[in-house]
């Protein structure tokens, strides 16, 4: 460790400079818990296209894009052009913008199974919301989720997300398993009369990018149905994967539709999408539930959002899955040469390295917690910016000479590692 940790401390005065000041007045000195990670993060300066910049001066490839919210890279300059022009004509008021009614438009045409849809802030608005939504529509409490599934920070989805540390919302909420259809029919059968709505990721991203069998998604709704309960998707991440998104993929027609990241062009957003008749919940002229908030749907996500989802085309995800799989094929003969465990999962644009001979099913307590710690600060040593968990999420503004130079910088990681 103590090389690596050296040479990362050496090349990063600013940043730890940075963080012990951050500390005195921001709890941890972040307010991101996937964010931190030790001995201290890298306090960013500026970014854009495929590069960020540190405070000392340090370049990185973002293997990143801030958690899969940007397709096109940073500062992509038709979302910069964008968001300049709304900027200048006023960022948020009371009353409607024309680009809420192009981007819910967009959105509707794209995904078969949305018909109307609302705008919030966060992803983990959007989950807050579809689980109104349901508690309203079925007069139930609780939800059913994955073991290790992410849907945002509230305390009924966190107890999933990390049932080992948070137990304090586990009276709310029940708990089946990846890709095991029949864990969630058997707590469906014994508990349906509880349960408001089953959330599933189509792919699980914090999880470590784990896909879902199609076969398990239509299982488990078909379940969620015949008990009673919304069938919640987490597109959150997903829909990048596809412009209808993950469940045009896997042919699957949720009744609500969870919308975040990608949707907001680099700017914070979330959404709830799906059938009419739960949406109407918040219809301000009969509501059921209050659906409000001071930044909703303001035009600079919404026009910075417009740009993005269309400019996420088939041919682009395409070229995305192209340069995956060729950034994927690089790693493992890197990792052959030096007779490094190595697997990769991966889901369109979206990786995940695991130092072991198998990638582990859904589970954030892995074998190689030691080891993806130590590549993490070696690939920052390299020029390179993955998550702390080992996924790398690649943009529009890749090419292959970059992915090639990112295999190359990564292999010199891995050596230092190995
Ligand atoms: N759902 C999924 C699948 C996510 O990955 C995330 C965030 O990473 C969320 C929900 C929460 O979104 P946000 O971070 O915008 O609150």
């Known amino acids: 460790m ?24 921001v709890v941890g000195g972040n307010s991101r818990g996937s964010a931190y990670w030790n001995p201290y993060p890298l306090m960013i300066e500026r970014a854009s296209g495929t590069r960020l910049i540190d405070i000392d001066g340090n370049e990185y490839i973002d293997l990143l894009n801030n958690y899969t919210s940007l397709a096109h890279g940073h500062a992509y300059p038709p979302i910069v052009e964008a968001v300049t022009r709304q900027v200048e004509l006023g960022t948020a008021w009371v009353g409607n913008n024309r680009w809420q009614n192009e981007l819910a438009e967009t959105l509707i045409e794209r995904v078969a199974s949305v018909e109307s849809i609302r705008f919030a802030n966060s992803g983990t608005e959007a989950g ?88 398990f998604l239509k299982r488990v709704q078909a379940a969620a149905k015949a008990g009673g309960a919304l069938f919640v998707l987490d597109e959150v991440i997903a829909f990048r994967l596809a412009t209808g998104g993950a469940q045009s993929l896997l042919g699957i027609d949720p009744d609500l539709t969870m919308f975040g990241k990608v949707i907001g062009g680099g700017f914070p957003v979330g959404a709830v999408g799906g059938r009419l008749e739960y949406l109407k919940v918040f219809d301000p002229k009969a509501p059921r539930a209050l659906h409000s908030g001071t930044f909703n749907a303001n035009p600079v996500t919404m026009t910075a959002g417009l740009v993005s989802v269309r400019e996420l085309t088939s041919a682009r995800i395409e070229r995305m899955d192209e340069l995956a799989t060729r950034l994927a094929d690089s790693l493992t003969a890197a990792a052959g040469k030096l007779s490094l465990p190595l697997s990769i999962n991966r889901a369109g644009s979206l990786l995940n390295l695991f130092f072991t001979k198998q990638a582990p099913q859904a589970t954030p307590v892995r074998e190689d917690a030691a080891t993806i710690a ?12 993955p998550a702390g968990r080992g996924m790398i999420v690649l943009s529009t503004v890749m090419d292959d000479a970059l992915i090639d130079e990112i295999a190359q910088r990564a292999a010199a990681a891995m050596a230092d590692v190995a």
């Open 128 to 215: 807050m919301l579809a689980l109104t939504i349901a508690r309203v529509v079925t007069g139930r409490d609780k939800v059913l989720m994955a073991r290790f599934g992410y849907h945002g920070s509230l305390m009924e989805f966190e107890v999933g997300s990390f049932p080992d540390l948070f137990t304090h919302g586990a009276d709310n909420t029940y708990l089946g398993n990846y890709n095991d259809a029949g864990s969630f029919e058997e707590i469906l059968r014994a508990h349906g009369e509880e349960i408001a709505a089953v959330f599933l990721e189509p792919v699980m991203g914090a999880g470590g990018v784990v896909r879902a069998a199609p076969e």
């Open 374 to 385: 130590l590549f993490h600060l070696a690939a920052m040593n390299h020029g390179l910016m």
């Open 2 to 25: 103590s090389k690596i940790l050296e040479t990362y401390r050496q090349r990063t005065p600013g940043s730890a400079a940075a963080h012990h000041r951050a500390v005195k007045s």
